[in-house]
């Protein structure tokens, strides 16, 4: 399957989770032989666990990628774009989410605090999933144009701003509102923290390593997992997800010298190609397309998938067009690339699940508006933009015509392009 929608540039998420819907409920869990001894409900928890493990090791990967020196550089045209297609998404998902919240807590399911449903729900809607779009610009071979540096620029600033929002809806789901205010001034105080006298440590540790010529000392190494694991740990029990504090110490790493260069493949292999499938199969599996048994449920998903998709493609393209003073293909190509939702829009819901804040049929509307906005990405972008124009073309910064693509510069925003997205 994977093999077949890598045919037309598709993300192995996107197959992965497809599988996981197969040996769901929606499928196979019908047949009672299946549910009873090959996936009974019980296996489902393993499934989880090892998921998870890969989502902190994979979330601590991508902290260890992000550039900050280079969302610097970015600033002052990724900031407007990145306002805009944070902004209007998140106000609209807050705005829907008022007339979901009645939806998801049909059928007996126990309602969440109100605050923290608006709040996910906001968040939910205005993610793009950095490391599946950083894997498509690959495999385009835009991500070194400037198409592909301002986009993943403000697709790292949505992530961070998301999120931060999704973490504070968390602390509201986990306890009263006082107590969720407590939990975000402490999160707020931790972060600081980290990246503050935490970092300072690391770094001088590393810089101390580095001129004894001893850059991957085991030892060195040791405590970097065992702050993975503290900081991770602090993080759940506060009410946050852990992937939060695994991404806090990825950020706050090395990232010069062998540290990114040696120890990112390393993780990578283990996380990407065995324990994080896991996570989207899990994903899949909860997956009931069962629960929209009706055309009002199918309507509304439909519904929630266009509101998400254009919500992130109208300010986008004309943002984009205001401030850089584009041909509209290049605007237009930024928007379709900033609604890729894929790996972390699955994070945010399964978060969502685990908080017992979203529903089985609203996560599985969900799901749907994932899978199928991240679907149209490499379709809508061939047609608006690539077709013209070959790869190869825009990969040497040349072009054909006086219409289009200029690259300034080639600064990579990651180190490295992880494989998660796209398999070719």
Known sequence: MGWLLALIKQP?????????????????????????????????????????????????????????????????????????????????????????????????????????????????????????????????????????????????????????????????????????????????????????IVRWLVLHAYSFLVKRDDAMNHTFLVGIFLLLLGSSFFCDILGIHSFFGAFIVGVLCPKSGQFNTTLYPKLELVTVELLLPLFFAANGMRTNLGSLNDKFHVAITALISVIAALTKFLPGCFVTKIVTRRPWKFSASIGILMNTRGLVELIALNIGVQLKILSPRLFTMFIIMALVNTFMTCPLLWLVYLRKYKSTTLYNNETNNNEEIVTDERVPLITSVPSIGMQS
């Not at 601590?60 to 045209?77: A, I, P, T, V, Y």
């Not at 126990?110 to 950083?134: E, Y």
């Not at 809806?169 to 975000?184: D, R």
Request: charged share 10%; with cysteine.
């Open 12 to 196: 192995s998420v996107i197959s992965e989770i497809i599988a996981g819907v197969i040996v769901g409920p929606s499928v196979l869990g019908n047949i009672e032989f299946w549910s009873t001894h090959i996936f009974p409900l019980s296996s489902w928890n393993y499934f989880t666990l090892v998921g998870n493990i890969g989502l902190i090791l994979f979330m601590f990967n991508m902290g260890l990628q992000l550039e900050r020196k280079e969302l610097q550089n970015q600033w002052k045209s990724s900031l407007p774009i990145s306002i805009s297609t944070i902004v209007i998404p998140y106000a609209t998902g807050a705005a829907f989410g008022f007339y979901l919240y009645d939806i998801n807590n049909q059928n007996g399911f126990t309602p969440p605090d109100r605050v923290s449903f608006i709040l996910f729900t906001a968040s939910s809607m205005s993610f793009t999933a950095f490391p599946v779009l950083a894997s498509i610009l690959s495999s385009t071979k835009l991500i070194s144009t400037q198409v592909g540096t301002l986009t993943l620029s403000c697709a790292a600033m949505n992530d961070i701003m998301g999120w931060c929002s999704l973490a504070i809806a968390g602390a509201f789901a986990t306890g009263s509102e006082i107590v969720g205010l407590w939990k975000i001034l402490i999160a707020i105080g931790y972060v600081i923290f980290m990246f503050t």
